[in-house]
């Protein structure tokens, strides 16, 4: 029965590297079997019924993101050292493993399998998820409902439709809360703009990125006066990606969506008028673009980006001098998130729920985020009230309050085409283009490519 429970476990979660090519239960059709197997042998072994009589809270995530947030924001959270902390009695550890090379989703699957051999105090209770891989942790039975917690829709009902949605198993069943919403805009270069379209101001600025055709028509304009429009390709593939009409897998066919090739053909155009380049997101090259003698106009992001990974906080760069400013760019988009998950079987339930509602559902706690982490909060009524208070603005972004922008972006998101092969189909379709763009390879060869690694990492998929 062991053998069994693993198996199930296996194919419902599609559990990373070592355990690639089992696939979406969702979209092979068999997750109403698999979910019955697993939850059948679930008395054997493989979880226990949650309680709340745990000493020790464990938590799994990837980086100190969430940890700071719980330092900085919770209510009686005494911090102990860099990876301990205390909640009343209730010891808090955290597991972090860094998301290089898979390891984080390693760590946390290879714990999962044998959460029911562990010792009490051992076990996982709450970990973290990120948009690209939730649905292979959601669609498995060592996540718990949120509704058997005790949270209800109306506790959760100021928060973002998208953030739910990406947390929701096949059945329908919400599987985790986040308190952050990731909405995207396109951040400008406030001197480029200023030197080629004779503006920065936001409004102004929208007008010459208001669709693709606009677009990549400034591209050149920018290119003639010696910039990037964009630092690489890769900067706008979520944009176009988050815009599909259909699901990269159906059937068990894997489908190239239009707009993925809309992506390939208006990159191909910009890259090879040296309009912008095929550097890797996080290289060297793509971050030269922080810094004014890098020479590029815009990126693509979420708050998280400008405020955390454009080098803001370093003296020289472009958002320490407050030379960003934000736009609503050709199309709405959404990048990354954290999603908070409690393990099926904690011991410690009661105190996931408090920490769930505190941090996802307090209109205090959210709106402190704001002002102090700069983030955007998941509630509607704390962020557009933030978005019209005069008293907030972004010294990242000159001054400016981005917040309605990012309120307009998250109502129209639509994650209908959402599935668990999202990731590996979308870093293998990139990396498979890069040959195309830089001239190595032909399109055809470079969508081969693309087949036989996507094949290979899931072996049940054919196109």
């Known amino acids: 029965m062991k053998k069994k429970i693993v198996s199930a476990l296996l194919c419902a979660t599609m559990v990373a590297t070592m355990f690639a090519g089992c696939g979406s239960s969702g979209d ?6 698999a979910k019955k197997d697993s939850s059948q042998a679930s008395g054997d072994a493989t979880v226990s019924d949650s309680s709340d009589d745990g000493k020790v809270l464990n938590i799994y995530c990837w980086n100190e993101e969430f940890k700071s947030r719980i330092t900085d924001h919770y209510p ?8 301990h902390g205390k909640i009343g009695d209730v010891e808090v550890n955290w597991n972090i493993t860094p998301n290089d090379d898979n390891a984080y989703q390693n760590n946390l699957d290879t714990t999962l399998l044998s959460q029911a051999d562990a010792a ?8 973290l998820v990120e948009a690209d891989y939730a649905l292979k942790y959601v669609d498995s039975d060592y996540t718990m409902p949120i509704k058997d917690l005790g949270i209800t829709d109306d506790d959760l009902s100021k928060q973002y439709q998208y953030t739910k949605d990406i947390v929701t198993d096949s059945n329908g069943t919400l599987k985790g809360v986040s308190w952050q919403g990731c909405p995207g805009v396109l951040f400008y270069n406030r001197e480029a703009a200023k030197e080629v379209l004779g503006t920065d101001d936001p409004d102004e600025v929208q007008k ?3 669709d693709w055709d606009t677009f990549n028509d400034t591209a050149k304009k920018m290119k003639d006066a010696g910039y990037k429009m964009t630092s690489s390709v890769n900067d706008s593939y979520r944009v176009y990606s988050n815009n599909v009409s259909t699901k990269w897998v159906n059937d068990g066919k894997i489908t190239i969506d239009d707009n993925i090739m809309k992506w390939v053909e208006d990159s191909k155009a910009l890259y090879d008028a040296k309009e912008t380049s095929s550097a890797e997101l996080w290289s060297d090259d793509w971050k030269k673009g922080f810094y004014p003698d890098g020479k590029v106009f815009c990126y693509f992001g979420p708050a998280w980006l400008v405020n955390f990974s454009m080098a803001a906080d370093t003296k020289g760069s472009i958002g320490y001098e407050g030379g960003w400013g934000a736009a609503q760019g050709p199309q709405g988009f959404f990048w990354g998130g954290t999603w908070i998950c409690a393990a099926q079987g904690t011991d410690n339930a009661s105190l996931i729920k408090d920490i769930m509602l505190k941090m996802t559902t307090d209109d205090d706690i959210m709106k402190d985020i704001v002002v102090k982490d ?36 998250v109502e129209n998101l639509d994650l209908s085409n959402l599935s668990s092969y999202d990731q590996g189909c979308n870093e293998e379709f990139q990396n498979a283009m890069k040959g195309y763009f830089e001239g190595s390879a032909t399109l055809d060869e470079a969508l081969d490519q693309f087949y036989k690694a996507a094949e290979e990492k899931y072996p049940e998929l054919s196109h």
């Open 28 to 33: 092979s059709g068999d997750s109403g079997d």
């Open 76 to 83: 009686g959270y005494e911090e102990v050292d860099a990876t």
């Open 120 to 127: 009490a105090d051992d076990k996982i209770d709450l970990f």
């Open 208 to 210: 010459y990125v208001k």
């Open 374 to 409: 700069d983030d955007f909060v998941n509630n509607k009524t704390v962020m557009e009230a933030m978005a019209k208070d005069s008293s907030y603005s972004s010294k990242i972004l000159g001054g400016q309050n981005p917040l309605s922008m990012y309120c307009a972006g």
